[in-house]
């Protein structure tokens, strides 16, 4: 199912890491607003096609993998929130509220798990694609295949 936002693909730029964004509209570079310099970017007509990743149009590679597009501070937050009320609550011997607001933190996590979608990520140079069709062949991250395949040397545009 896809998601209703706009097709915006995130990547670091080879040369002063500074994060690009660019929408899904085939070009054959992007510029970098931070050092100015061209990045080649390669876009397959499956992208615009089938709404699906298959490759990375930052590095040219293939290994990719699907995470739910929530951050990752707000996250740990939230749960340090929790933890920080039950505490309280304990400490003023108030067991019932203290178990309440970890209920609480948990369903607010819930919750948001359940709002927000999924966005694609190359295991090799991280670049993040959001509001594409979910490929089935991508599967959720696995450790293993980022330390085979995380940081390769891109097969352009080097």
């Known amino acids: ?3 209703f936002m706009p097709e915006i693909i995130q990547f670091k730029c080879r040369s002063c890491d500074a994060e690009i964004s660019t929408s899904a ?4 570079s992007v510029r970098c607003h931070a050092c100015g310099k061209e990045q080649e970017v390669r876009f397959p007509r499956s992208l615009k096609t089938s709404q699906q990743v298959a490759a990375c149009i930052a590095c040219g590679h293939d290994e990719l993998y699907i995470q739910k597009d929530f951050n990752r501070h707000v996250g740990v937050a939230i749960v340090i929130a929790g933890i920080v009320f039950s505490t309280y609550f304990f ?6 509220y203290a178990m309440a ?3 609480v933190t948990a369903m607010i996590d819930l919750m948001i798990y359940s709002l927000v979608g999924f966005v694609t990520v190359c295991y ?3 670049a993040v694609y959001r509001g594409f069709e979910r490929n089935p062949e991508h599967e959720a991250f696995d450790l293993k295949k980022l330390e085979k395949y995380g940081g390769r040397t891109p097969r352009f545009g080097a």
């Open 1 to 3: 199912m896809k998601d």
């Open 25 to 28: 509209e085939p070009k054959p």
């Open 91 to 96: 400490n003023h011997r108030q067991p019932l």
């Open 101 to 103: 607001s970890l209920v």
């Open 124 to 126: 090799s140079c991280h």
